[in-house]
Protein backbone atom coordinates (compact mmCIF):
# COMPACT_ATOMS: atom_id res chain seq x y z
CA UNK A 1 0.00 0.00 0.00
CA UNK A 2 1.72 3.43 -1.01
CA UNK A 3 1.62 6.30 1.44
CA UNK A 4 -1.20 8.05 -0.88
CA UNK A 5 -3.58 5.73 -0.56
CA UNK A 6 -3.37 5.06 3.28
CA UNK A 7 -4.64 8.75 3.81
CA UNK A 8 -8.60 8.81 4.58
CA UNK A 9 -11.03 10.42 1.62
CA UNK A 10 -12.76 13.70 2.87
CA UNK A 11 -16.76 12.95 2.61
CA UNK A 12 -17.77 15.33 -0.46
CA UNK A 13 -19.96 18.62 -0.16
CA UNK A 14 -22.86 16.94 -1.57
CA UNK A 15 -22.82 14.06 0.79
CA UNK A 16 -21.97 16.10 3.83
CA UNK A 17 -25.08 18.05 2.27
CA UNK A 18 -27.86 15.35 2.05
CA UNK A 19 -26.60 14.63 6.42
CA UNK A 20 -27.42 17.51 7.23
CA UNK A 21 -30.86 17.47 5.55
CA UNK A 22 -31.46 14.32 6.88
CA UNK A 23 -30.32 15.09 10.30
CA UNK A 24 -32.77 18.31 9.85
CA UNK A 25 -35.55 16.14 9.02
CA UNK A 26 -35.17 13.94 12.06
CA UNK A 27 -34.94 16.78 14.55
CA UNK A 28 -38.39 18.33 12.67
CA UNK A 29 -40.15 14.73 13.29
CA UNK A 30 -38.74 14.03 16.76
CA UNK A 31 -38.88 17.55 18.04
CA UNK A 32 -40.94 20.44 16.31
CA UNK A 33 -43.98 18.45 14.74
CA UNK A 34 -44.60 16.92 18.03
CA UNK A 35 -44.61 20.22 19.94
CA UNK A 36 -46.56 21.79 17.14
CA UNK A 37 -49.07 18.73 17.64
CA UNK A 38 -49.40 19.38 21.06
CA UNK A 39 -49.63 22.66 21.06
CA UNK A 40 -52.69 22.40 18.55
CA UNK A 41 -54.35 20.04 21.27
CA UNK A 42 -55.28 23.37 23.38
CA UNK A 43 -57.69 25.89 23.10
CA UNK A 44 -60.30 28.08 24.26
CA UNK A 45 -63.58 29.84 23.40
CA UNK A 46 -64.47 33.39 23.47
CA UNK A 47 -67.37 35.49 24.79
CA UNK A 48 -69.01 34.81 21.51
CA UNK A 49 -69.06 31.43 20.69
CA UNK A 50 -69.24 27.44 22.72
CA UNK A 51 -67.10 24.82 20.79
CA UNK A 52 -68.16 21.32 19.92
CA UNK A 53 -64.92 19.87 20.06
CA UNK A 54 -64.30 16.40 17.69
CA UNK A 55 -61.94 13.88 17.81
CA UNK A 56 -59.03 13.28 14.85
CA UNK A 57 -56.28 11.67 15.88
CA UNK A 58 -54.75 8.94 13.22
CA UNK A 59 -56.00 6.28 15.91
CA UNK A 60 -59.01 8.18 17.25
CA UNK A 61 -62.34 7.49 16.23
CA UNK A 62 -64.51 11.20 15.26
CA UNK A 63 -67.13 10.94 17.81
CA UNK A 64 -67.75 14.43 20.25
CA UNK A 65 -64.87 14.84 22.52
CA UNK A 66 -66.11 17.82 24.45
CA UNK A 67 -68.00 21.09 24.59
CA UNK A 68 -66.34 23.90 26.04
CA UNK A 69 -68.53 26.97 27.30
CA UNK A 70 -68.32 30.40 26.51
CA UNK A 71 -64.94 32.36 28.15
CA UNK A 72 -63.27 29.34 28.89
CA UNK A 73 -59.94 29.10 29.93
CA UNK A 74 -57.10 27.73 27.83
CA UNK A 75 -58.26 23.64 28.00
CA UNK A 76 -56.77 20.78 26.45
CA UNK A 77 -58.52 19.24 23.85
CA UNK A 78 -56.10 16.33 22.56
CA UNK A 79 -53.61 15.84 19.62
CA UNK A 80 -55.52 16.60 16.03
CA UNK A 81 -58.85 17.25 17.85
CA UNK A 82 -61.41 19.78 15.21
CA UNK A 83 -63.11 22.20 17.34
CA UNK A 84 -66.32 23.61 15.74
CA UNK A 85 -67.53 26.74 17.24
CA UNK A 86 -70.90 28.12 17.31
CA UNK A 87 -72.34 31.42 18.26
CA UNK A 88 -73.61 31.60 21.77
CA UNK A 89 -74.47 35.20 21.61
CA UNK A 90 -78.33 36.61 20.07
CA UNK A 91 -78.84 35.80 16.77
CA UNK A 92 -81.23 37.06 14.27
CA UNK A 93 -83.04 36.24 10.54
CA UNK A 94 -83.54 39.29 8.58
CA UNK A 95 -86.33 38.88 5.77
CA UNK A 96 -86.17 41.37 3.12
CA UNK A 97 -85.18 42.96 -0.42
CA UNK A 98 -81.96 44.40 1.53
CA UNK A 99 -78.55 43.02 0.09
CA UNK A 100 -77.15 42.40 3.74
CA UNK A 101 -80.42 40.36 4.89
CA UNK A 102 -80.43 36.42 5.31
CA UNK A 103 -83.31 35.95 3.06
CA UNK A 104 -82.48 38.57 0.56
CA UNK A 105 -86.02 38.92 -0.68
CA UNK A 106 -89.39 40.09 0.89
CA UNK A 107 -91.78 37.50 1.62
CA UNK A 108 -94.80 37.79 -0.37
CA UNK A 109 -97.92 36.53 1.04
CA UNK A 110 -101.92 36.96 0.88
CA UNK A 111 -103.70 38.34 2.85
CA UNK A 112 -107.73 36.91 4.39
CA UNK A 113 -108.80 39.23 1.49
CA UNK A 114 -106.70 38.37 -1.39
CA UNK A 115 -103.79 41.12 -1.51
CA UNK A 116 -100.45 40.09 -2.17
CA UNK A 117 -98.58 41.82 0.07
CA UNK A 118 -94.95 41.87 0.45
CA UNK A 119 -93.54 41.16 4.30
CA UNK A 120 -90.67 42.23 5.66
CA UNK A 121 -88.97 41.63 9.53
CA UNK A 122 -86.35 39.73 11.41
CA UNK A 123 -86.76 36.97 13.67
CA UNK A 124 -84.60 37.24 16.92
CA UNK A 125 -83.37 34.40 18.69
CA UNK A 126 -80.83 32.79 21.13
CA UNK A 127 -78.97 29.63 21.07
CA UNK A 128 -79.56 27.13 23.50
CA UNK A 129 -75.81 26.86 24.03
CA UNK A 130 -75.99 25.96 28.06
CA UNK A 131 -77.21 22.33 27.40
CA UNK A 132 -74.52 20.15 26.16
CA UNK A 133 -76.60 17.62 24.80
CA UNK A 134 -78.06 19.80 22.95
CA UNK A 135 -75.21 21.21 21.23
CA UNK A 136 -73.97 17.67 20.74
CA UNK A 137 -77.25 16.49 19.01
CA UNK A 138 -76.99 19.61 16.74
CA UNK A 139 -73.12 19.29 15.83
CA UNK A 140 -74.05 15.36 14.72
CA UNK A 141 -77.38 16.38 12.79
CA UNK A 142 -76.05 19.71 11.48
CA UNK A 143 -72.33 20.65 12.10
CA UNK A 144 -70.98 17.73 9.56
CA UNK A 145 -72.67 18.78 6.69
CA UNK A 146 -72.35 21.65 4.51
CA UNK A 147 -74.82 24.48 3.18
CA UNK A 148 -74.79 26.02 0.19
CA UNK A 149 -73.29 29.84 0.84
CA UNK A 150 -74.20 32.92 -1.38
CA UNK A 151 -70.35 32.96 -2.66
CA UNK A 152 -71.46 29.36 -4.41
CA UNK A 153 -69.30 27.86 -2.11
CA UNK A 154 -70.54 25.00 0.27
CA UNK A 155 -69.64 26.06 3.68
CA UNK A 156 -70.15 24.33 7.50
CA UNK A 157 -72.93 25.98 9.79
CA UNK A 158 -69.71 26.05 12.22
CA UNK A 159 -67.86 28.12 9.51
CA UNK A 160 -67.67 31.71 11.16
CA UNK A 161 -70.88 34.12 10.46
CA UNK A 162 -70.97 33.45 6.46
CA UNK A 163 -71.32 29.61 7.50
CA UNK A 164 -74.08 30.25 10.01
CA UNK A 165 -76.09 32.54 8.18
CA UNK A 166 -76.54 29.67 5.18
CA UNK A 167 -76.99 27.05 7.88
CA UNK A 168 -80.00 29.52 8.80
CA UNK A 169 -81.20 30.30 5.50
CA UNK A 170 -81.00 26.35 4.35
CA UNK A 171 -82.61 25.66 7.21
CA UNK A 172 -85.01 28.35 8.25
CA UNK A 173 -85.88 30.12 4.71
CA UNK A 174 -88.96 27.91 3.68
CA UNK A 175 -90.12 27.59 7.49
CA UNK A 176 -90.26 31.37 7.76
CA UNK A 177 -92.48 31.73 4.69
CA UNK A 178 -94.63 29.02 6.01
CA UNK A 179 -94.95 30.72 9.22
CA UNK A 180 -95.98 33.95 8.05
CA UNK A 181 -98.21 32.49 5.30
CA UNK A 182 -100.15 31.14 7.44
CA UNK A 183 -100.30 34.09 9.87
CA UNK A 184 -100.69 36.48 7.42
CA UNK A 185 -103.51 34.85 6.18
CA UNK A 186 -105.90 35.39 9.15
CA UNK A 187 -106.12 38.90 8.57
CA UNK A 188 -107.36 41.57 5.66
CA UNK A 189 -104.97 43.93 4.48
CA UNK A 190 -106.65 46.76 5.70
CA UNK A 191 -106.01 45.60 9.31
CA UNK A 192 -102.37 45.47 7.90
CA UNK A 193 -102.37 48.91 6.61
CA UNK A 194 -105.22 51.47 7.16
CA UNK A 195 -104.69 53.08 4.01
CA UNK A 196 -105.68 49.68 2.21
CA UNK A 197 -109.55 50.49 2.90
CA UNK A 198 -109.19 53.58 0.52
CA UNK A 199 -108.40 51.14 -2.43
CA UNK A 200 -112.14 49.31 -1.68
CA UNK A 201 -113.70 52.64 -1.24
CA UNK A 202 -115.64 55.57 -3.78
CA UNK A 203 -113.79 58.69 -2.58
CA UNK A 204 -116.88 59.61 -1.22
CA UNK A 205 -116.75 56.65 1.51
CA UNK A 206 -112.95 57.31 1.69
CA UNK A 207 -113.89 60.66 3.52
CA UNK A 208 -114.67 58.27 6.55
CA UNK A 209 -111.25 56.51 6.30
CA UNK A 210 -107.97 57.98 8.38
CA UNK A 211 -105.49 57.18 5.70
CA UNK A 212 -102.94 57.85 8.66
CA UNK A 213 -104.24 55.50 10.73
CA UNK A 214 -102.12 52.25 11.58
CA UNK A 215 -102.60 48.87 12.11
CA UNK A 216 -100.17 48.68 15.32
CA UNK A 217 -102.92 46.39 17.43
CA UNK A 218 -103.27 43.88 14.70
CA UNK A 219 -99.51 43.79 14.16
CA UNK A 220 -98.94 42.73 17.61
CA UNK A 221 -101.38 39.94 17.39
CA UNK A 222 -99.71 38.67 13.88
CA UNK A 223 -95.98 38.99 15.75
CA UNK A 224 -97.10 36.85 18.99
CA UNK A 225 -99.05 34.21 16.56
CA UNK A 226 -95.82 34.07 14.04
CA UNK A 227 -93.83 33.55 17.81
CA UNK A 228 -95.86 30.76 18.78
CA UNK A 229 -95.93 29.45 15.37
CA UNK A 230 -92.11 29.86 14.65
CA UNK A 231 -91.37 28.18 18.49
CA UNK A 232 -93.87 25.18 17.62
CA UNK A 233 -92.68 24.58 13.84
CA UNK A 234 -88.48 25.02 14.46
CA UNK A 235 -88.57 22.38 17.31
CA UNK A 236 -90.26 19.72 14.94
CA UNK A 237 -88.20 21.11 11.41
CA UNK A 238 -84.64 20.78 13.42
CA UNK A 239 -85.65 18.06 15.92
CA UNK A 240 -83.09 19.79 18.70
CA UNK A 241 -83.94 22.91 20.71
CA UNK A 242 -80.97 24.66 19.10
CA UNK A 243 -83.15 27.94 18.62
CA UNK A 244 -84.96 29.46 21.69
CA UNK A 245 -87.22 32.33 22.94
CA UNK A 246 -87.61 33.25 18.98
CA UNK A 247 -89.07 36.50 18.64
CA UNK A 248 -90.50 37.83 15.46
CA UNK A 249 -90.48 41.82 14.44
CA UNK A 250 -92.88 42.98 11.67
CA UNK A 251 -90.64 46.23 9.95
CA UNK A 252 -92.38 46.76 7.05
CA UNK A 253 -95.50 45.71 4.82
CA UNK A 254 -95.69 46.75 1.25
CA UNK A 255 -98.59 46.76 -1.56
CA UNK A 256 -98.46 45.69 -4.88
CA UNK A 257 -98.24 48.30 -7.23
CA UNK A 258 -102.07 47.96 -8.32
CA UNK A 259 -103.32 48.87 -4.98
CA UNK A 260 -100.89 51.47 -4.09
CA UNK A 261 -102.15 53.40 -7.25
CA UNK A 262 -105.71 52.99 -5.89
CA UNK A 263 -105.07 54.01 -2.94
CA UNK A 264 -103.20 57.01 -4.15
CA UNK A 265 -105.87 58.14 -6.36
CA UNK A 266 -108.24 57.81 -3.58
CA UNK A 267 -106.07 59.66 -1.44
CA UNK A 268 -106.07 62.33 -3.97
CA UNK A 269 -109.54 62.69 -4.13
CA UNK A 270 -110.45 62.61 -0.40
CA UNK A 271 -108.20 65.70 -0.49
CA UNK A 272 -110.16 67.12 -3.53
CA UNK A 273 -113.00 66.06 -1.19
CA UNK A 274 -111.77 68.02 2.01
CA UNK A 275 -110.50 70.87 -0.22
CA UNK A 276 -114.08 71.54 -1.51
CA UNK A 277 -115.82 71.29 1.71
CA UNK A 278 -113.40 73.61 3.23
CA UNK A 279 -114.25 76.35 0.80
CA UNK A 280 -118.00 75.44 0.94
CA UNK A 281 -118.07 75.72 4.68
CA UNK A 282 -116.00 79.28 4.22
CA UNK A 283 -118.07 80.36 1.49
CA UNK A 284 -120.79 79.72 4.36
CA UNK A 285 -119.36 81.48 7.14
CA UNK A 286 -118.80 84.74 4.81
CA UNK A 287 -122.07 84.92 3.77
CA UNK A 288 -123.53 84.51 7.30
CA UNK A 289 -121.16 87.55 8.09
CA UNK A 290 -121.92 89.67 5.31
CA UNK A 291 -125.86 89.19 6.28
CA UNK A 292 -125.38 90.40 9.50
CA UNK A 293 -123.31 93.13 8.58
CA UNK A 294 -125.88 94.20 6.38
CA UNK A 295 -128.70 93.96 9.19
CA UNK A 296 -126.52 96.62 10.94
CA UNK A 297 -126.06 98.83 7.90
CA UNK A 298 -129.82 99.15 7.86
CA UNK A 299 -130.21 99.88 11.39
CA UNK A 300 -127.55 102.58 11.40
CA UNK A 301 -127.09 103.88 7.73
CA UNK A 302 -124.53 105.88 8.87
CA UNK A 303 -122.47 103.33 10.37
CA UNK A 304 -122.17 102.10 6.80
CA UNK A 305 -121.01 105.29 5.51
CA UNK A 306 -118.19 105.89 8.60
CA UNK A 307 -116.94 101.99 7.44
CA UNK A 308 -116.92 102.93 4.06
CA UNK A 309 -114.97 106.20 4.64
CA UNK A 310 -112.04 103.64 6.98
CA UNK A 311 -112.33 101.60 3.50
CA UNK A 312 -110.72 104.78 1.51
CA UNK A 313 -107.06 104.44 0.08
CA UNK A 314 -105.14 106.54 1.61
CA UNK A 315 -104.00 109.81 0.00
CA UNK A 316 -107.53 110.05 -1.26
CA UNK A 317 -108.66 114.01 -0.74
CA UNK A 318 -112.15 114.17 -1.94
CA UNK A 319 -115.01 111.77 -2.24
CA UNK A 320 -118.05 112.17 -3.34
CA UNK A 321 -120.80 109.50 -3.52
CA UNK A 322 -123.32 111.74 -4.97
CA UNK A 323 -126.83 113.42 -3.63
CA UNK A 324 -124.99 116.57 -2.92
CA UNK A 325 -122.52 114.41 -0.12
CA UNK A 326 -119.21 115.27 -0.37
CA UNK A 327 -115.95 114.68 2.01
CA UNK A 328 -112.74 116.32 1.52
CA UNK A 329 -109.56 115.99 3.24
CA UNK A 330 -106.38 118.00 3.84
CA UNK A 331 -103.85 117.67 1.61
Known amino acids: MTAASSIPRRPSRARRALAIVVAGIVVLFVGVVPGIAFASGFTKADGGHVIVVRNGGPFDDNSIRQVIQPNSSLTSTGLFSKGHPYPSTQRNFKVSGAKNADSNEVINVPTKDGVLVGVEGTFYFDVNY ?59 CADLVASCSLAANSSAQAAAVNPNANGNQTINQVQQAVNDGFTADIDNVLGVPILIHPRFVLSKVDLPSNVQDAINQAQAAFAGVTESQAALQRAQIDAQADSARQQGYNACPTCAQIDIIKSLPSGLTTYAPGQGFSVTGAR
Open 130 to 188: TDEKVMRSFDDKFGTRTYPSPGGDATYAWDGDEGWSAFLEFTLGNLVQNVLRQEIGNVE
